[in-house]
């Protein structure tokens, strides 16, 4: 079974610039997160979806991030403009049922690093 | 959201047992107890995780106390490949997103 897969691994740009990460969940999954690492913090959520509905979208940091989940499978997160402070790691998860009992899988993560 | 708070970091050596050491005073009946790890350059692994009872699975021993405020992960014999930062999180009823401490950095030495 493949795991979560994310592309790009790394990304660089600049300031100002526009990025687009995006996750494969294992499939069937109907729950995918995202997270994110800054530098020297600890990992945060950032939202949740189920299928192609956003479940909670309470860690997304402002209106620069928007993120989609078309047809409930793969997800997107575009950074537009991108920020200094938007360097970091950002990963993504996905898990089969909605709840807090279930376990998360965890892809290995984009570096995007904003000059 | 409870909280947890663990040890910034622990050594062992290979071979040898491990015991990492978490409390949540905070817990409500109905969290659960996860823990997961992160070796280095990945992304987060999913280990154990409890309600009530200890639990034993391929990875790992999880021990519950009986009033729930604490908890311990085992490692029953280490090896390098557990080198990682070890995670403890609670989780409530109403979320499935996980909250990330700082963890427990383990270093295992040959």
């Known amino acids: 079974e493949a795991g979560v897969t994310q592309f790009p691994s790394h990304s660089v740009i600049e300031k100002g610039q526009t990025v687009t990460l995006r996750c494969d969940p294992i499939?069937?999954?109907?729950?995918l997160y995202w997270y994110r690492r800054v530098m020297g913090k600890e990992i945060k959520f950032l939202l949740h979806f189920v299928k192609e509905s956003k479940q909670d979208e309470s860690g997304m940091p402002n209106n620069r991030f928007l993120a989609e989940r078309t047809g409930g499978t793969y997800s997107t997160l575009k950074v537009q403009p991108a920020e200094l402070e938007d360097s970091g790691v950002y990963f993504c998860?996905?898990?089969?049922?909605?709840?807090?009992?279930?376990?998360?899988?965890f892809g290995p993560g984009t570096r995007l690093t904003v000059l | 959201d409870a909280k947890t708070t663990q040890p910034n970091s622990m050594e062992s050596n290979e071979e040898e047992p491990v015991h990492l050491p978490c409390n949540h005073s905070t817990i409500s009946g109905t969290d659960y107890i996860h823990w997961y790890r992160q070796l280095p350059s990945q992304g987060p692994e999913y280990v154990i995780h409890g309600l009530t009872s200890n639990v034993n699975n391929r990875m790992a021993s999880l021990a519950i106390a009986e009033d729930r405020k604490s908890s311990t992960l085992i490692l029953h014999r280490a090896t390098l490949r557990d080198a990682a930062v070890y995670y403890c999180?609670?989780?409530?009823?109403?979320?499935?997103?996980?909250?990330f401490g700082q963890g427990t950095t383990l270093q295992v030495k040959p």
């Open positions: 499939s069937g999954h109907d729950n």
């Open positions: 998860a996905s898990s089969q049922v909605s709840g807090w009992t279930d376990t998360q899988y």
């Open positions: 999180i609670l989780t409530s009823s109403n979320t499935g997103k996980l909250i």
